[in-house]
T-cell receptor
């Protein structure tokens, strides 16, 4: 079953612009993770934010988490053509094995 | 550090045939996962191993899919017999322990069932 719902499903922007993707989930979580997948390849971990954290940064990435609204956002600043990929949020539910449940993903296209 | 290795990268079989995928995780990673990713969707967990024990296989179609993890290291995923709807990318991932850590993914095996 898919827990995360991502919005938008697809996003197209110009190089240099910022890209924002949102993720909503349904149950209590231990952490939320974001992954990137380039066409035809495996997923690459971007960032992990724990349930007691509200914001986290990594280079040009900024992730926020609002556990009261059960939502997260991923912001990519000053986007580059190389950022073109699919982005997935994944939630690790509280109190279990910590299995990750992935959303459907947002496809980002950055035009040069 | 070597990444997660998977083979084969591509496989085409006819329905009702059998197929096997192999995965070698990152050295020292206790947890190994197999995911199925259908085109246009996010990965769906099929089975999670902790060392050589199964932690979660709730979404594994056990009438046709089986998996094992040998000596807590390499793993194989088998489908027998395959159906058309099994066409997907099968991803293997490993982590230090459960969903509380980041997962490292292999390149995947693209299966086409005709």
């Amino acid at each position: 079953s898919q827990q995360g719902e991502e919005d938008p499903q697809a996003l197209s922007i110009q190089e240099g612009e910022n890209a924002t993707m949102n993720c909503s989930y349904k149950t209590s979580i231990n952490n939320l993770q974001w992954y990137r997948q380039n066409s035809g390849r495996g997923l690459v971990h971007l960032i992990l934010i724990r349930s007691n954290e509200r914001e986290k940064h990594s280079g040009r990435l900024r992730v926020t988490l609002d556990t009261s609204k059960k939502s997260s956002s991923l912001l990519i600043t000053a986007s580059r053509a190389a950022d073109t990929a699919s982005y997935f949020c994944a939630t690790a539910e509280s109190g279990n094995t910590g299995k990750l449940i992935f959303g459907q993903g947002t496809t980002l296209q950055v035009k040069p | 550090e070597a990444g997660v290795a998977q083979s084969p990268r591509y496989k085409i079989i006819e329905k009702r045939q059998s197929v096997a995928f192999w995965c070698n995780p990152i050295s020292g990673h206790a947890t190994l996962y197999w995911y199925q990713q259908i085109l246009g969707q996010g990965p769906k967990l099929l089975i999670q191993f902790q060392n050589n024990g199964v932690v979660d296989d709730s979404q594994l179609p056990k009438d046709r899919f089986s998996a094992e993890r040998l000596k807590g290291v390499d793993s194989t995923l088998k489908i027998q017999p395959a159906k058309l709807e099994d066409s997907a990318v099968y991803l293997c991932a490993s982590s230090l322990g459960g969903g509380f850590f980041e997962q490292y993914f292999g390149p995947g095996t693209r299966l086409t069932v005709t």
